[in-house]
């Protein structure tokens, strides 16, 4: 069993930067791989982010792509989304999730745990 705690949301203007985080239990966390994920009022959870077990490879959603850098620290067995440039469309509830093996995907469906989430705002 794995658990996820998010923090690092809250409310601010569009172009500033928000680091969230994500604590992972257990002792296997370097073996796997983590996402982000958001999810708007009224939308489907999207990707945002994916990262491999050790940290070597990440893929992100389009609409992220250059503004958001996802990065994991294993001695730490934490997760991290540094978020930059953000926009009011970057508005949603934030979840970590992790999957039981090592290399990142991008399907909801292909992760096993999930955190309870952090709400971003961004303002206009």
């Known amino acids: 069993q794995v658990q996820l705690v998010e923090s690092g949301g809250g409310l601010v203007q569009a172009g500033v930067s928000l680091r969230l985080s994500c604590v992972a239990s257990g002792r296997t966390f370097s073996s796997y791989a983590m996402g982000w994920f958001r999810q708007a009022p009224g939308k489907e959870r999207e990707f945002v982010a994916t990262i491999n077990w050790i940290g070597s490879s990440t893929y992100y959603g389009d609409s992220v792509k250059g503004r958001f850098t996802i990065s994991r620290d294993n001695t730490k067995n934490t997760v991290y989304l540094q978020m930059n440039s953000l926009k009011p469309e970057d508005t949603a509830v934030y979840y970590c999730?992790?999957?039981?093996?090592?290399?990142?995907?991008?399907?909801?469906?292909?992760?096993?745990?999930w955190g309870q989430g952090t709400q971003v705002t961004v303002s206009s």
């Open positions: 999730a992790s999957r039981m093996g090592p290399s990142s995907r991008v399907s909801v469906d292909d992760y096993d745990y």
